[in-house]
């Protein structure tokens, strides 16, 4: 044995580490390591059904936001039939925010 092997067991000895401790250290170690780096990839990646949850949620949100612009547009499109231009000008903005959202929900057709 070299030099440094017998300071190593006799430190290992005195530290209350058995021949067994030692022997499966390096397997510990390196699950251990391979644990981590799991954690590590799971943490940074986004799988496949939690793109879709997040996606999913983005467009009711999106439609939720459609539906309450929507009618709003309804109430000053009928104050403005009576004759207010003030609410014909906020439903003109209403309607372009209505166009602009539009294209980002999916169609659904008949």
Do not use: H, N
């Amino acid at each position: 044995m070299t030099r440094l092997t017998f300071p190593l067991i006799g430190a290992l000895a005195l530290s209350g580490c058995t021949v067994v401790d030692v022997v499966t250290l390096p397997v510990k170690v390196a699950k251990t390591g391979v644990d981590a780096v799991g954690a590590g990839v799971d943490a940074v990646t986004t799988s496949q059904s939690e793109a879709d949850q997040k996606r999913g949620k983005q467009i009711r949100q999106r439609e939720e936001k459609v539906g309450k612009l929507e009618r709003a547009f309804a109430k000053q499109t009928k104050k403005c039939d009576d004759g207010d231009e003030e609410a014909c000008a906020k439903a003109a903005g209403l309607r372009a925010e209505i166009d602009a959202l539009l294209p980002g929900l999916p169609y659904e057709g008949d």
